[in-house]
């Protein structure tokens, strides 16, 4: 069974630094893409970053390139998410879902996985 839990959230000032992990637990890291959404009310789930098991190609879009950074521990089973500069725009629940490889369609389209966790609060604010 396919599990993921994410942790780290909170609250931090602008310009701020906060890492969030995704444990994962049922599968292997290696077969999957783990990918890292960000949703706020009213809005669409909006991919931030993914990271492919069998190879280690990331894909962020420009809102958090160069900022955010995403890796993975394999014998810990566990994706992270560091994110550094942070602005008050970055304020979100942030999820981590996964999607077994071979994958097909945009590696960032919340809609590609099906698989997700129960979501973690940043709250970015002076």
């Known amino acids: 069974q396919v599990q993921l839990v994410e942790s780290g959230g909170g609250l931090v000032q602008p310009g701020g630094s906060l890492r969030l992990s995704c444990a994962a637990s049922?599968?292997?890291?290696?077969?999957?893409?783990i990918g890292w959404f960000r949703q706020v009310p009213g809005k669409e789930r909006e991919g931030v970053s993914c990271?492919?098991?069998?190879?280690?190609?990331?894909n962020y879009p420009d809102s958090v390139k160069g900022r955010f950074a995403i890796s993975r521990d394999k014998p810990k089973n566990t994706v992270y998410l560091q994110m550094n500069s942070l602005k008050p725009e970055d304020t979100a629940v942030y999820y981590c879902a996964a999607r077994r490889l071979p994958v097909a369609g945009g590696p960032l389209i919340a809609t590609n996985y099906p698989y997700w966790g129960q979501g973690t609060q940043v709250t970015v604010s002076s």
């Open positions: 990271i492919s098991g069998s190879d280690d190609r990331t």
């Open positions: 049922g599968f292997i890291l290696d077969y999957y893409v």
